[in-house]
């Protein structure tokens, strides 16, 4: 096990959100996007090609993550590639385990969560990329961008 790996296992929950704050799982997944854009070829750096590369590194890993038993520091960081992506992915895996509350982090559970954050990132940068090559008023931007509506009838009532 590599020294980074024992050094995020060994810290409680309370210590890694001190740390790394609530952001840090989305922050190492966003890493791993961009390390997947930039290890593309440059003549082959296109959206098409990023996603099969982003979708191959989080599926091979996922495949790894769902089949430990049991949660040990090892079994975390076995069969790990030694590419970048596959590293910042990983990361993010055990540090959304380690950061749940102790007796509160099945292995599915992160699954769950780190699938979550990974759909809600690759779906910025497809709207990201909408924005750059279409321009700011397209379609997929304005969604994202919506504000939700607020009732009248609570403000009127908040004002009592």
């Known amino acids: ?27 190492l997944v966003r890493e791993m996007l961009m390390a997947c854009w930039r290890d593309l070829p440059e003549d082959r750096r296109d959206m098409p090609n990023w996603r099969r590369r982003v979708d ?55 699954r769950k969560f780190i699938t979550a954050v990974y759909e809600r990132n690759r779906a910025v940068w497809e709207s990201d990329f909408a924005a750059f090559t279409k321009g700011v008023g397209s379609k997929t931007r304005s969604k994202l961008a919506a504000k939700p509506k607020i009732k009248r009838k609570a403000i009127t009532k908040r004002r009592k």
């Not at 020294?3 to 840090?24: C, D, H, I, N, Q």
């Not at 990983?90 to 950061?99: E, G, K, P, S």
Request: charge should be positive.
């Open 1 to 27: 096990m590599s020294w980074e790996a024992f050094r995020l296992t060994s810290k409680s929950p309370s210590e890694l959100m001190s740390v790394m704050g609530p952001g840090g799982v989305d922050n």
């Open 56 to 110: 191959e590194v989080f599926q091979r890993n996922l495949r790894v993550w769902n089949a430990i038993k049991k949660p040990t520091p090892q079994a975390m960081f076995d069969h790990l590639l030694p590419y970048p992506a596959d590293g910042f992915i990983r990361q993010a895996m055990v540090l959304c385990h380690m950061m749940l509350p102790r007796g509160k982090r099945p292995i599915g559970d992160v």
